[in-house]
Nanobody, 116 residues
Framework: QVQLVESGGGLVQPGGSLRLSCAASGSTLLRFLTMAWYRQAPGKQRELVADITGGGSTYYKDSVKGRFTVSRDNAKATEYLQMNSLKAEDTAVYYC?????????WGQGTQVTVSS
């Protein structure tokens, strides 16, 4: 069973940066699986922010293009989300997620708060 552990959230001022990490374990297929970052703000639905395939192809939600960068280190089975030029509207709980053979797995989430 896949296990995901996020880290790196916190409080940052508008315009600042944070780097989230997601360490994965529990599957022999990790290097081939798409790893994703979602976020959920209070009162809103969870939304896909970015993802990266096993081959390194990436997707970004329009509102984060040019500010966020998703990457992965297959040797460490870890996904990253570098977030720059953060805005108040980026405030949310951020989750990493993997789908392995039809089952969705989620981390516990890490809070990102952008406020002055």
């Amino acid at each position: 069973q896949v296990q995901l552990v996020e880290s790196g959230g916190g409080l940052v001022q508008p315009g600042g940066s944070l780097r989230l990490s997601c360490a994965a374990s529990g599957s022999t297929l990790l290097r081939f699986l798409t790893m994703a970052w979602y976020r959920q703000a209070p009162g809103k639905q969870r939304e896909l922010v970015a993802d990266i395939t096993g081959g390194g192809s990436t997707y970004y939600k329009d509102s984060v293009k040019g500010r966020f960068t998703v990457s992965r280190d297959n040797a460490k089975a870890t996904e990253y989300l570098q977030m720059n030029s953060l805005k108040a509207e980026d405030t949310a709980v951020y989750y990493c997620s993997i789908n392995d053979r039809g089952s969705d797995y989620w981390g516990q989430g890490t809070q990102v708060t952008v406020s002055s």
